[in-house]
């Protein structure tokens, strides 16, 4: 399965922007999907992820109640809808695939299949 991840750009500080993962290659039904980023000079950590089903969710603590995971199994497509944005929210943000029919974890290692990153820049 190919990822291609899209919607970043440069917002100010408060802003929102919507990242969107569209898969092809195969259906991504079976997929579980996680949102990932690295900010210059930084290991890549965890944001958020979610099941195949869309049932199942899981956010890392900084991007709690502002960061919200979708999917749109039809359109074989992840959204990280992204409010109130924070400098510290920089970074390429990637979007990964796992073939699971469990709750994915925030574990790099465990996913299989990656898009090339979008560029988000938040401004003070």
């Known amino acids: 399965v190919q990822l291609q991840a899209s919607g970043g750009g440069l917002v100010q500080a408060g802003g929102s922007l919507r990242l969107s993962c569209v898969a092809s290659?195969?259906?991504?039904?079976?997929?579980?999907v996680g949102w990932f980023r690295q900010a210059p000079g930084k290991e890549r950590e965890f944001v958020v992820t979610?099941?195949?089903?869309?049932?199942?969710?899981l956010y890392t603590d900084s991007v709690k109640g502002r960061f919200t995971i979708s999917r749109d199994n039809d359109k074989n497509t992840v959204y990280l809808q992204m409010n109130s944005l924070k400098p510290e929210d920089t970074a390429v943000y990637y979007c990964?695939?796992?073939?699971?029919?469990?709750?994915?974890?925030?574990?790099?290692?465990?996913?299989?299949?990656w898009g090339q990153g979008t560029q988000v820049t938040v401004s003070s």
């Open positions: 290659g195969r259906s991504a039904r079976n997929y579980g």
């Open positions: 979610i099941s195949w089903s869309g049932g199942s969710t």
């Open positions: 990964a695939a796992v073939n699971t029919f469990k709750v994915p974890s925030g574990k790099i290692d465990e996913y299989d299949y």
